[in-house]
């Protein structure tokens, strides 16, 4: 069965620095990716998806991930992170042998002043 | 454009007693979710609707669970009898034009006692 690993359950980090949370999925057939952000007591929200085309995936808030086909992996990552990034934050994978969306167990992302 | 709306935003109720959620998608959109989402825990499908049919409801406890969505628009989801361990959050999501994305509502937490 199709599954997502997100190995780190909270990452601790100041101010402006650098973050990268690390996704893998379990998959020998394509896939789509995704990752969503969730602020506290609210839903999720998409933060970039990556269907097809360039491995290198852009998105809102900053966010960029990187589709890594021979490590299955699908790493979230940002140059500079703020206060207001402090949130939880899921990937996700559609295999393309079905429609159903599989999350990871998410990681906590906590900025520190 | 609106987002999912979903009402409550919170619940408490006693264990063995009704509840019952509900959600409005965005305006146009066949697909409706709803997930549920245990502390700590990334969201689990519980149903799928494509317009009025419920095309995939194999993770959707059915002895005390039901689902409806009459109309093709706004869907309910009941729980009768609640117990302790249905404490979580229920998510509504809606699939959206580009049939890759979906899109969530805020949730409603739910608290049996």
């Known amino acids: 069965a199709q599954s997502v690993t997100q190995l780190d359950s909270q990452v601790p980090v100041f101010e402006e620095a650098p973050v990268e949370l690390r996704c893998n999925y379990s998959?020998?057939?394509?896939?789509?990716l995704f990752w969503y952000v969730q602020y506290p007591n609210q839903g999720l929200q998409l933060l970039l998806k990556?269907?097809?085309?360039?491995?290198l995936v852009k998105g809102i808030n900053g966010f960029e991930a990187e589709f890594n086909k021979s490590q299955t992996s699908f790493h979230l990552r940002k140059p500079s992170v703020h206060i207001s990034d402090t949130a939880e934050y899921f990937c996700?994978?559609?295999?393309?042998?079905?429609?159903?969306?599989?999350f990871g167990t998410g990681t906590r992302l906590q900025v520190f002043p | 454009e609106a987002g999912v709306v979903q009402s409550p935003r919170y619940k408490i109720i006693e264990k063995k007693q009704p509840v019952a959620f509900w959600c409005n998608p965005i305006?146009?959109?066949?697909?409706l979710y709803w997930y549920r989402q245990n502390l700590g825990q990334g969201p689990e499908l519980l149903i799928r609707?494509?317009?009025?049919?419920?095309?995939?409801d194999s993770q959707l406890p059915k002895d005390r669970f039901s689902a409806e969505r009459l109309k093709g628009v706004d869907s309910t989801l009941k729980i009768q009898p609640a117990e302790l361990g249905d404490s979580a959050v229920y998510l509504c999501?809606?699939?959206?034009?580009?049939?890759?994305?979906?899109?969530f509502g805020p949730g409603t937490r739910l608290t049996v006692l």
């Open positions: 996700a994978v559609i295999p393309d042998n079905t429609d159903k969306l599989i």
């Open positions: 998959s020998s057939v394509s896939v789509y």
């Open positions: 990556y269907l097809s085309g360039s491995t």
């Open positions: 305006s146009g959109h066949n697909t």
């Open positions: 609707y494509e317009n009025e049919e419920a095309v995939d």
């Open positions: 999501a809606s699939l959206g034009g580009d049939t890759d994305t979906q899109y």
